[in-house]
């Protein structure tokens, strides 16, 4: 049982990852595609109540100056509302959601911007915030455009089973497009995600590989020193104690002195110099 709870509360409210910052480009085109589609959207409402008559389509109530002027108001007052909840969809995704999904059947000039964010806030797949807001946004179309459209605009009053049916389905299409933006987002954090983890165990790796490589080339150095430290100390130690010795020999055992004590200074310097530097590293053997 609490297996499958946990499961519920993950389906439920999954992960929330953070959306990519926005490039200047997809800020421009996102507010670019809104601002033209919306304008456009309101023209041509306001073109089909100035153009068309009651003899062309039946049942058709023109819009009088006064509904004209009251649809522009709520229209462009709306449309500046859903643009300001577009803008802070990211910083406030259920308080742009709420208020977006209040005023998204008063106006068709913000009305991408009101899809825009509902497609936010689905990206974020958590459906305690996501199914409020839906049933926000239906209901509200119910109660704009069965009630205000019915009373102060007649012209743009629908019946109430196709104001249900085609805003359930905007607001399904709408959810389906933010799941989806949500889901691919966490895929690619996924892979991210384990794309760092081998690239830090790649690292681990290697640094284990670089420090087990410098204590090699430290021992087998060590070994190659002490043999002529050795070599010093014998030839040193036979000055020492053989009296018998000719110039001609001391000087050789001396200029071998000499040429084993300068290798060894400079074998020194190089194990010195592998043990400081974390990065020397020589696969073939020492430096």
């Given amino acids: 049982m609490q297996n499958a709870a946990a499961r519920l509360r993950s389906t439920m409210s999954p992960p929330i990852i953070k959306p990519a910052p926005l490039t200047v480009w997809g800020h421009v085109w996102r507010w670019t595609v809104a601002l033209v589609i919306g304008v456009f959207a309101s023209l041509m409402i306001i073109g089909l109540h100035v153009s068309t008559s009651s003899e062309e389509v039946p049942g058709f109530v023109r819009l009088d100056d ?21 803008g802070l969809r990211r910083k406030f995704p259920r308080t742009a959601g709420t208020i ?11 009305s991408i911007a009101n899809m825009i964010t509902l497609i936010s806030v689905a990206a974020r797949r958590q459906w305690r915030e996501i199914v409020p807001i839906s049933l926000l946004w239906i209901g509200s179309a119910l109660v704009v455009e069965g009630y205000y459209f019915g009373k102060y605009l007649p012209g743009l009053s629908s019946s109430w089973v196709g104001v249900l049916s085609s805003t359930t389905g905007l607001v399904g299409i709408a959810l389906a497009i933010g ?9 690619l954090a996924n892979q991210r995600s384990q794309l760092m983890f081998l690239q830090e165990t790649r690292e681990a790796r290697e640094q284990e590989a670089r420090v087990a490589e410098r204590a090699r080339i430290a021992r087998e150095m060590h070994d190659v020193l002490a043999h002529r430290i050795s070599l010093v100390s ?18 050789e055992t001396a200029q ?12 020194l310097r190089q194990v010195l110099g592998v043990l400081r530097d974390p990065n020397s590293l020589d696969m073939d053997g020492p430096p």
């Fill in 66 to 86: 006064r509904a004209m002027a009251i649809f522009i108001t709520v229209d462009v007052i709306a449309g500046i509302i859903a643009f300001v909840c577009m």
């Fill in 256 to 267: 071998l002195i000499r040429d084993n004590s300068h290798q060894a200074l400079s074998e």
């Fill in 234 to 251: 014998l030839h040193s130690g036979a000055l020492a104690y053989r009296t018998d010795l000719t110039p001609e020999q001391v000087r």
């Fill in 100 to 110: 977006s999904a209040l005023t998204a059947s008063l106006t068709a000039f913000g």
């Fill in 179 to 187: 799941v989806a933006i949500g889901s691919r987002r966490e895929t």
